[in-house]
């Protein structure tokens, strides 16, 4: 998909060089409602290169200019294409280093485009091991009472266990793609899945299945409760630009 090169990219400052990038926003299909709930913003080179031709020049120098050049970028993004459905942007939680001083940037970026604060979701991601979970639970803290939503990402997978659920209030789970992979044959991966998905339930968080590509996975999914579905068998990310709920593959 072609895109202008002027005010489609950032570039992330930090000692002595700069890091363009864009972002690719992917769906996160309501399966009640057949329609998205969610665009999920992951980050892309200016050109729409993978994610890693970004990431791999992310250092411990960097990573906090990173994480606020990403919100603000995904925020800006979303707001110029029109986005009216839920916002998740994925956040580095060893990046922040102060909860209320972290979050300025963000609640700038969303005033300046006037995008609703109640519409963001922040994923935690794990690229790196959460080593100060109680530091992580101010951080959830202080963005639930700006009236963000918190998504425990690629659950089930990593460092994201029971464990961690037990300890945080989040409101989305984001089961790994490797517990949804072949879930529709494999006994254990189907087990340990809906083991998880039922504790979820149990606790009134949403669960959002990852990586789902075909429709027997979807299917078993389904008949589980799951609600939330993202993955290839719905769309592709697509760079600078939002599928609409028309393009959607909304099978069963």
Known sequence: MSHSKSGCHS???????????????????????????TYEALVRGPEGQPAMSVLSQVTADNRYAFDQACRVKAIELAASLGLDRRLSINFLPNAVYDPKACI???????????????????EITEDE??????????????????????ALDDFGAGYAGLNVLAEMIVDVVKLDIALVRDIDHDQRRRTIAL????????????????????????????????RYVQGFLFSRPVVNSLVKDSDINLIL
């Open 195 to 226: 083991g998880m998905i039922k504790v979820c339930q149990e606790l009134g968080v949403d669960v959002v299945a990852e990586g789902v590509e075909r429709t027997q996975e979807l299917k078993v999914l389904r008949d589980a409760g799951v």
């Open 104 to 122: 300025r940037a963000t609640l700038a970026a969303a005033e300046r485009v006037n995008f609703p604060l109640d519409l963001i979701t922040f």
């Open 129 to 150: 091991r959460i080593t100060d979970t109680p530091h992580l639970l101010s951080i959830i803290k202080e963005y639930r009472r700006h009236g963000f939503r918190v």
């Open 11 to 37: 570039c992330l400052e930090g000692k002595g060089f700069a890091i363009p990038f864009t972002m690719a926003f992917q769906p996160i299909v309501d399966l009640h409602e057949r329609r998205i709930s």
